[in-house]
């Protein structure tokens, strides 16, 4: 009777486990304040591709033009004064962009990645490593100083960054008159 009446239990423990577990799967994202995720429907363009994504592949167009020229203001943030303008062969790009990823699986068992994790990375010397990064769109790894682009009305390309006391601003065209500019940021 014992033996029946624990077989019995661990049944209904089971079962409660069972359906404790399957009903945490369902998982509703809400705020603190109680507040629940809302999606928005987004329609594609002709292209059948979102703004967004038509911004970001022409940009990647863009940058990577073969001789193309851009122009660089660097701007004080305090005076708004024009501190350097330069024109760019082809792109500005940031110190940390690499040819090889960061992080690769080392010998010593560091980011060690199975057969089905990551991605394999050859070097020059003809190694193989895997690694958890990702080739991004440009052909490098490692990330960007963030920056907003855009285009104007004229077809302008712009691309503006922001860092402490200094403005930067990179366009395919000359900003006409530019000897000082005054940026208005609230």
């Not at 359906?19 to 928005?40: D, L």
């Not at 703004?51 to 122009?71: A, F, L, W, Y």
């Not at 057969?115 to 960007?144: A, C, M, N």
Request: proline fraction near 3%; glycine fraction near 8%.
């Amino acid at each position: 009777m014992k033996k029946k009446w624990f077989i019995v239990s661990a049944l209904i423990i089971m079962s409660f486990v069972f359906m404790m577990a399957s009903s945490c799967t369902k998982t509703e994202i809400i705020s603190a304040s109680g507040v629940e995720k809302v999606t928005a429907d987004v329609e594609v363009q002709a292209s059948g591709m979102t703004i967004e994504q038509e911004n970001v592949k022409r940009r990647i167009e863009m940058d990577n033009m073969p001789g193309s020229i851009k122009h660089l203001y660097i701007i004080s943030a305090y005076s708004g004064q024009v501190i350097v303008y330069s024109t760019v062969k082809g792109k500005v790009t940031s110190s940390n962009k690499r040819l090889t990823p960061y992080t690769v699986a080392a010998m010593d068992g560091q980011y060690v990645y199975s057969d089905h994790e990551g991605f394999i990375v050859t070097f020059p010397d003809g190694s193989q490593k895997r690694t958890g990064e990702v080739l991004q769109d440009d052909g490098t790894y490692g990330s960007s100083i963030p920056y907003l682009f855009w285009w104007d009305v004229q077809d302008r390309y712009h691309q503006h960054y922001v860092s402490g006391g200094q403005i930067i601003h990179v366009s395919d065209k000359p900003i006409p008159g530019v000897k000082s500019v005054i940026i208005n940021i609230e």
